[in-house]
């Protein structure tokens, strides 16, 4: 009868040599599958408790002993293996029995290896890379189970890791061993493998668990080899159809590693300026990491679990891309790459592992356009995708899906909410009222539904649902100043049927304010700056640099009552923002000037902000220096207030809205500005610019905003020689498409009468030198001037 476990390792303390009893054992957990692990688990725990901890024992000690024996690297092999069916096996095995497995008892072990592999000369001592194999195991299982990592066992192993490998010299100096383009393959020693990819990859995934104390800062570690790293990553880029398989693991390891390390204390990415000194490092990473991407030989070795070094690197690479576009405003350069949607999408289309399929998509919804996304066919599989992780994460007791909690995919879907054509079909898929049942539970759920909620035909769905409805209007009526609060106040505004009548109620017989700054807090900083330039230049403005106490929309609305003008302060952060967009909106639909300025470099306005502003000109910001830019900005605001003030302001968010005032200046008069050539077939589209804001004629310069000279005299031509009604259907249809406006009948005209006057005053000038040239050319003016010589 064969012998089972127990029976195995009760020998196994008696005969701890005995070929024979190695030999069953490992046969043992050879024959275990993903059907039978749980209940060979269950049966035979404590028989594996007392194996696991035996062969934790055995490394540390002194492994020359039994390093040449068959049957110990047989054995040691097959639970190496074993163990990797108890981490990425059946979820019906509780973390605490896996952990329990696969943890030391001490740190006592852990530290003796470490020391072992520290003092060893034999660079390829076969004892290292067993170690490497069970440290990789444990890092494994970090990742899969995060909340594991909080063991006493595994903090203090990764801060020895820290301190005596990532740290030291020997860890520098093996990294400058990869930037050679033509390695040896004999560099890679089981020592160099150590230090390369298990110790950094134990890191890695101890940051990924989001630790709340470190011995080391990451100034240190970056200060040590960060410059290194960057370097190898850019040498080696460019030729990774060349890697070896120990290059790849030790690249894939380190992009982990340093990825979970900058963005450890938060998703900010504040310690990116650590590594990345400028934006031109920063851009070159961004291709590196692409070029990574791109290899499509990956693609086909991506497993379903984080396990193997193609995974690995993908997955690093792709969710470094996100961190960096969600931190950094990059949108521009990103969306200069035009062949990256396409690379993106076949990765997504090709790759088995779920988590690099969610950071294509996250990426897609980050650096296209509204408009780009409506092109593509995919957008709805990022909806699908994302709610259906949602949907079993929810229904889940854990509250996860693979081991991810619920929050970091409703981060995910907060972004994309934003997205008109996301909107569009969750309305037609009515999954709003899985949102409505998490509010309570996570307030960022409130955040997606004031998105989605700008959706008109998710406005009706909302509020056909009476007890969801009850809970936010009894909730925005609360005095809190939290962010949920006002969140909540934001979806009450939305879902409110008549703005009109709030409108009125606000008690106003004059404006207030000649300007209000509508502004992203990410753009703080500069929209002081123009703040105290407009003060400074007699304006009264508004503006919003603390937090708003009270219903933030009710102050909004009032904002924009007793404003004549906004500023809208555009930039990606703007856009995606719901209060700014509530704001926008509000403004639009109650008829005040718009002046949008550009903060952000690259940044063209997309989706609703590009509705908003339809084709108003406006000043960029980053294009000019900052004093020739609130020239401009001067020039524009003078215009607003010399033609009436119906324009479209913007605002509401959780970073502004506090007024400031001062003694109130009348803007300076607009003086036309002097047109170089009188002739208009020679003027410049500048020069038509100059010419029709000089004239007050505001419209008319948005309209005819591509215009030069010779365009506006066939204009006026046909406007004088065609058929009236033609005419002006053909330009109102043009002024409904260019700038979403009905066209001025009074601009028009005055167009058509200072064209007119132009025409004559030049003929006139043309009669007079034809008269003067006439007279000076008389036989008798010839003969004097003749005679005279």
Same mark, same amino acid.
């Given at each position: 009868?064969?012998?089972?476990?127990?029976q195995?390792?009760?020998?196994?303390?008696?005969?701890?040599?005995?070929?024979?009893?190695?030999?069953?054992?490992?046969?043992l957990?050879?024959?275990?599958?993903n059907?039978?692990?749980?209940?060979?688990?269950? @049966?035979?725990?404590?028989?594996?408790?007392?194996l696991?901890?035996?062969?934790?024992?055995?490394?540390?000690?002194?492994?020359h002993? =039994? &390093?040449?024996?068959?049957?110990?690297i047989?054995?040691?092999?097959?639970?190496?293996s074993?163990?990797?069916?108890?981490?990425?096996?059946?979820?019906?095995?509780?973390?605490?029995?896996? #952990?329990?497995?696969? /943890?030391?008892?001490?740190t006592?072990?852990?530290?003796?290896?470490?020391?072992?592999?520290?003092?060893?000369?034999?660079?390829?001592?076969?004892?290292?890379?067993?170690?490497?194999?069970?440290?990789?195991n444990?890092s494994?299982?970090?990742?899969?189970?995060?909340?594991?990592?909080?063991?006493?066992?595994?903090?203090?192993?990764?801060?020895?890791?820290t301190?005596?490998?990532?740290?030291?010299?020997t860890?520098?100096?093996?990294?400058?061993?990869?930037?050679?383009?033509?390695?040896?393959?004999?560099?890679?020693?089981?020592?160099?493998?150590?230090y390369?990819?298990?110790?950094?990859?134990? &890191?890695?995934?101890?940051f990924?668990m989001?630790?709340?104390?470190?011995?080391?800062?990451?100034?240190?570690?970056?200060?040590?080899?960060?410059?290194e790293?960057l370097?190898?990553?850019?040498?080696q880029?460019?030729?990774?159809?060349?890697?070896?398989?120990?290059l790849?693991?030790?690249? #894939?390891?380190?992009?982990?590693f340093?990825?979970?390390?900058?963005?450890?204390?938060?998703?900010?990415?504040?310690?990116?300026?650590?590594?990345?000194?400028?934006e031109?490092?920063?851009?070159?990473?961004?291709?590196?990491?692409i070029?990574?991407?791109?290899?499509?030989?990956?693609?086909?070795?991506?497993?379903?679990?984080?396990?193997?070094?193609?995974?690995?690197?993908?997955?690093?690479?792709?969710?470094?891309?996100?961190?960096?576009?969600?931190?950094?405003?990059?949108?521009?350069?990103?969306?200069?790459?035009?062949?990256?949607?396409?690379?993106?999408?076949?990765?997504?289309?090709?790759?088995?592992?779920?988590?690099?399929?969610?950071?294509?998509?996250?990426?897609?919804?980050?650096?296209?356009?509204?408009?780009? /996304?409506k092109?593509?066919?995919?957008?709805?599989d990022?909806?699908?995708?994302?709610?259906?992780?949602?949907?079993?994460? =929810?229904?889940?007791?854990?509250?996860?899906?693979?081991?991810?909690?619920?929050?970091?995919?409703?981060?995910g879907?907060a972004?994309?909410s934003?997205?008109d054509?996301?909107q569009?079909?969750?309305?037609?898929?009515?999954?709003?009222?899985?949102?409505?049942?998490?509010?309570?539970?996570?307030?960022?759920v409130?955040?997606?539904?004031?998105?989605?909620?700008?959706?008109?035909?998710?406005?009706?769905?909302?509020?056909?649902?009476?007890p969801?409805?009850?809970?936010?209007?009894?909730?925005?009526?609360?005095?809190?100043a939290?962010?949920?609060?006002?969140?909540?106040?934001?979806?009450? =505004?939305? &879902?409110?049927?008549?703005h009109?009548?709030?409108?009125?109620s606000?008690?106003?017989?004059?404006?207030t304010?000649?300007?209000?700054?509508?502004?992203?807090?990410?753009?703080?900083?500069?929209?002081?700056?123009i703040?105290?330039?407009?003060?400074?230049?007699?304006?009264?403005?508004?503006?919003?640099f603390?937090?708003?106490?009270g219903?933030?929309?009710?102050a909004?609305?009032?904002?924009?009552?007793?404003?004549?003008?906004?500023?809208?302060?555009?930039?990606?952060q703007?856009?995606? #923002?719901?209060?700014?967009r509530?704001?926008a909106?509000?403004a639009?639909?109650r008829?005040?000037?718009i002046?949008?300025?550009?903060?952000?470099?690259?940044?063209?306005?997309?989706? =609703?902000?590009?509705?908003?502003?339809?084709?108003l000109?406006?000043? @960029?910001?980053?294009?000019?220096e900052f004093?020739?830019?609130m020239?401009?900005?001067?020039?524009?605001?003078?215009?607003?207030?010399?033609?009436?003030?119906?324009?479209?302001?913007?605002?509401?968010q959780?970073?502004?809205?506090?007024?400031?005032?001062?003694?109130?200046?009348?803007?300076?008069?607009?003086?036309i500005?002097?047109?170089?050539?009188?002739?208009?077939?020679?003027?410049?589209?500048?020069?038509?610019?100059?010419?029709?804001l000089?004239?007050?004629?505001?419209?008319?310069?948005?309209?005819?905003?591509?215009?030069?000279?010779r365009?506006?005299?066939?204009?006026?031509?046909?406007?004088?020689?065609?058929?009236s009604q /033609?005419?002006?259907?053909?330009?109102?249809?043009?002024?409904?498409?260019?700038i979403?406006?009905?066209?001025?009948?009074?601009?028009?005209?005055?167009?058509?009468?200072?064209?007119h006057?132009?025409?004559?005053?030049?003929?006139?000038?043309?009669?007079?030198?034809?008269?003067?040239?006439?007279? @000076?050319?008389?036989?008798?003016?010839?003969?004097?001037?003749? #005679?005279?010589?």
């Amino acid at each position: 009868m064969e012998a089972n476990l127990e029976q195995l390792v009760t020998k196994l303390k008696t005969s701890p040599f005995s070929t024979d009893v190695l030999q069953q054992i490992t046969l043992l957990l050879q024959s275990q599958t993903n059907e039978t692990l749980p209940k060979f688990v269950s @049966d035979e725990y404590h028989s594996l408790l007392i194996l696991e901890h035996n062969t934790w024992h055995l490394l540390g000690e002194n492994s020359h002993t =039994w &390093l040449n024996e068959p049957c110990y690297i047989k054995f040691f092999q097959a639970l190496v293996s074993f163990n990797k069916g108890i981490i990425f096996g059946p979820d019906t095995i509780e973390v605490d029995i896996k #952990s329990s497995l696969l /943890l030391p008892n001490t740190t006592d072990q852990t530290d003796s290896i470490f020391e072992k592999i520290k003092q060893s000369k034999h660079h390829n001592d076969p004892f290292i890379s067993f170690a490497s194999l069970w440290f990789d195991n444990l890092s494994f299982f970090v990742h899969e189970f995060p909340q594991a990592g909080h063991s006493p066992t595994l903090v203090r192993m990764n801060h020895y890791i820290t301190g005596h490998f990532i740290l030291s010299k020997t860890f520098k100096c093996y990294i400058t061993q990869l930037f050679d383009l033509q390695l040896s393959p004999s560099i890679f020693t089981s020592k160099q493998l150590f230090y390369m990819k298990t110790c950094p990859l134990a &890191l890695g995934v101890y940051f990924y668990m989001n630790p709340q104390t470190f011995d080391y800062s990451l100034d240190e570690i970056l200060e040590h080899i960060g410059n290194e790293y960057l370097k190898l990553i850019q040498n080696q880029s460019h030729s990774i159809e060349f890697w070896s398989k120990e290059l790849l693991g030790c690249i #894939s390891c380190l992009i982990s590693f340093v990825r979970s390390m900058l963005w450890w204390e938060g998703e900010n990415g504040a310690k990116l300026k650590l590594l990345f000194s400028t934006e031109k490092v920063l851009c070159e990473y961004i291709q590196d990491m692409i070029r990574i991407v791109d290899y499509k030989d990956y693609y086909t070795h991506v497993m379903t679990h984080w396990i193997n070094d193609e995974t690995i690197i993908l997955d690093s690479a792709l969710l470094s891309l996100m961190n960096i576009v969600q931190s950094q405003n990059i949108n521009w350069f990103f969306r200069s790459m035009t062949q990256l949607p396409g690379i993106l999408l076949q990765v997504a289309e090709t790759c088995a592992y779920y988590r690099i399929c969610l950071c294509v998509y996250g990426l897609l919804s980050e650096i296209l356009t509204d408009d780009h /996304l409506k092109a593509l066919t995919f957008p709805d599989d990022i909806r699908i995708f994302v709610l259906k992780m949602i949907e079993q994460a =929810w229904h889940s007791p854990t509250k996860r899906y693979k081991q991810i909690p619920i929050i970091y995919f409703l981060r995910g879907f907060a972004n994309i909410s934003k997205n008109d054509y996301i909107q569009k079909k969750m309305a037609e898929s009515g999954k709003i009222s899985l949102f409505v049942e998490m509010c309570d539970e996570y307030p960022i759920v409130y955040e997606i539904i004031w998105a989605l909620s700008f959706n008109q035909d998710i406005q009706k769905q909302l509020r056909s649902n009476s007890p969801f409805m009850i809970k936010i209007k009894q909730a925005s009526s609360q005095c809190d100043a939290d962010q949920m609060t006002k969140t909540i106040q934001g979806i009450v =505004w939305n &879902l409110e049927s008549n703005h009109q009548d709030h409108a009125k109620s606000i008690a106003t017989t004059e404006n207030t304010f000649d300007i209000m700054i509508s502004y992203s807090h990410k753009e703080k900083v500069l929209c002081k700056q123009i703040y105290a330039e407009l003060i400074k230049a007699g304006y009264r403005v508004w503006i919003d640099f603390d937090q708003m106490h009270g219903n933030v929309m009710d102050a909004m609305a009032q904002a924009i009552e007793q404003s004549n003008t906004v500023v809208i302060c555009m930039s990606e952060q703007y856009r995606k #923002s719901n209060y700014c967009r509530a704001e926008a909106q509000y403004a639009f639909q109650r008829e005040r000037k718009i002046v949008p300025i550009l903060l952000q470099k690259q940044y063209k306005p997309d989706g =609703w902000l590009l509705f908003i502003i339809g084709q108003l000109l406006y000043v @960029d910001f980053n294009k000019y220096e900052f004093s020739r830019a609130m020239e401009m900005l001067h020039k524009e605001l003078k215009v607003a207030f010399v033609v009436e003030t119906n324009a479209a302001p913007v605002r509401s968010q959780e970073d502004t809205v506090v007024a400031h005032s001062t003694a109130y200046i009348s803007p300076p008069e607009i003086s036309i500005p002097s047109i170089v050539s009188e002739n208009i077939l020679e003027w410049t589209q500048a020069q038509v610019q100059d010419w029709l804001l000089g004239h007050n004629l505001r419209q008319m310069s948005r309209l005819f905003t591509d215009c030069d000279g010779r365009s506006l005299v066939y204009l006026s031509s046909y406007i004088k020689n065609c058929e009236s009604q /033609l005419v002006l259907k053909v330009l109102e249809a043009d002024s409904l498409r260019r700038i979403n406006e009905s066209i001025s009948l009074i601009e028009l005209s005055r167009f058509h009468s200072l064209m007119h006057e132009h025409k004559k005053r030049l003929q006139s000038t043309h009669d007079i030198t034809d008269k003067k040239l006439s007279r @000076d050319s008389s036989p008798s003016k010839i003969h004097r001037e003749h #005679s005279s010589t």
